[in-house]
T-cell receptor, first 115, second 113 residues
């Protein structure tokens, strides 16, 4: 596709269950980012990938959160034992490279609701 | 990370220009100035970016102060579709930790018909 694709677009899960959120970046984009946005709040950085490696995991809120990227393409964000405070929109972005001279393209997000 | 400061909100009339200021007094020589906007219920959208010189594209213009400590995003003729939160962000080209985009509170733009 032409843009960043995220799935599912909406996810409702019960507290304590694990969830996987998927991001398909733009083809050829080596940098991939995950953010989350709670209702009415700003964007909170979670993690980014350069290729398949994640140089900066500092934004992950707890050890229940993990992310991986395979083949330099698709990325999965996993939240284990979900809690109600995990409810938010999870956004993925990709950019062509590492340079500050490249723009990032965002997906439409996955709205996660933990009940 | 170098920080940016923006007004919380601005109002504009439809078909009039909008000037959105951003202060970044601690900007480094390798920081690019990026602008993104987020329309309601959507992911952020790239608007424009620059380093030292003013930039124009089909969406907007970016005016960068000579000392680079501030910049202004200019929407030449606001439409109702331009109502969004606009984020001014610095993106470092050198430090690995600067590769991420750090979003502040942004400026919420209201366009009145």
């Amino acid at each position: 596709g032409a843009g960043v694709s995220q799935s599912p677009s909406n996810k409702v899960t019960e507290k304590g269950k694990d969830v996987e959120l998927r991001c398909d970046p733009i083809s050829g984009h080596t940098a991939l980012y995950w953010y989350r946005q709670s209702l009415g709040q700003g964007l909170e950085f979670l993690i980014y990938f350069q290729g398949n490696s994640a140089p900066d995991k500092s934004g992950l809120p707890s050890d229940r959160f993990s992310a991986e990227r395979t083949g330099g393409s698709v990325s999965t964000l996993t939240i284990q034992r979900t809690q109600q405070e995990d409810s938010a929109v999870y956004l993925c972005a990709s950019s062509l490279g590492f340079s500050g001279n490249t723009e990032a393209f965002f997906g439409q997000g996955t709205r996660l609701t933990v009940v | 990370d170098a920080k940016t400061t923006q007004p919380n909100s601005m109002e504009s009339n439809e078909e009039e220009p909008v000037h959105l200021p951003c202060n970044h007094s601690t900007i480094s020589g390798t920081d690019y100035i990026h602008w993104y906007r987020q329309l309601p219920s959507q992911g952020p959208e790239y608007v424009i970016h620059g380093l030292t010189s003013n930039v124009n594209n089909r969406m907007a213009s970016l005016a960068i102060a000579e000392d680079r400590k501030s910049s202004t995003l200019i929407l030449h003729r606001a439409t109702l579709r331009d109502a969004a939160v606009y984020y001014c962000i610095l993106r470092d080209s050198v430090r690995a930790a600067g590769n991420k985009l750090t979003f502040g509170g942004g400026t919420r733009v209201l366009v009145k018909p």
